[in-house]
């Protein structure tokens, strides 16, 4: 599978973008009713906020294991494996809703100074294995694009996280269904990354390969 290679940015601006984005995040959390829904089904604005406000901790968390390693999980392996996980993120999220741990400025702020200061040529040991702290990087940019937009009213998003979010998502599509892919790089940007995740439904041959993560 392929990795950080086939996407147009290097570490420095994913990690650029990946900070930004949780910016904007935090910027309205509190101008948020928490109480009220997303735009994921099942999920309140308060699960899908505890759902992001562990994202930076456990960054913080696998960049004490950074090493020069060779990893042993690239990015669209990363990416496939997330559906095994989704019971455990929705009992994490809803644990975490009524815990108050929702607070993602709080989060960001004690995360920062460490990604900043990281080596972004280094391994970290995450829960599914080794991976390049740069993969890592934009598996969390897609988690920050997505989830953002399933907050009402929706994170606008980081031009160039969301260009990372989209590119992902194609290169898993052309690892699944590669003949679909003309028809993704046809759609808007916002509009591919919502069918991707299953926000939004699809037409055609796409229909069936979508969602390729949630």
Known sequence: MAGLEDLDFDGGQ????????????????????????????????????????????????????????????QLLENLSSTRSYSELIDVSAREGAEKGKYNFGVALEATLPDLLEADLDTTITTVQGSISLTDYLVSRCIEAVVHGRDLVPPVDPDQAAEAITAGALRELLAIRSAHCLPEAERLPVGDWIAIATGRQQASGDLAAAVPLMS
């Open 14 to 73: 994913i990690r650029d973008a990946l900070v930004r984005q949780w910016e904007g995040i935090a910027e309205i959390v509190p101008e948020i009713d928490l109480d009220r829904p997303s735009r994921l089904g099942g999920w309140r604005k308060r699960e899908v906020l505890a759902h992001l406000y562990v994202q930076p901790f456990m960054l913080s968390r696998f960049l004490k294991t950074a090493s020069h390693q060779v990893p042993s999980t």
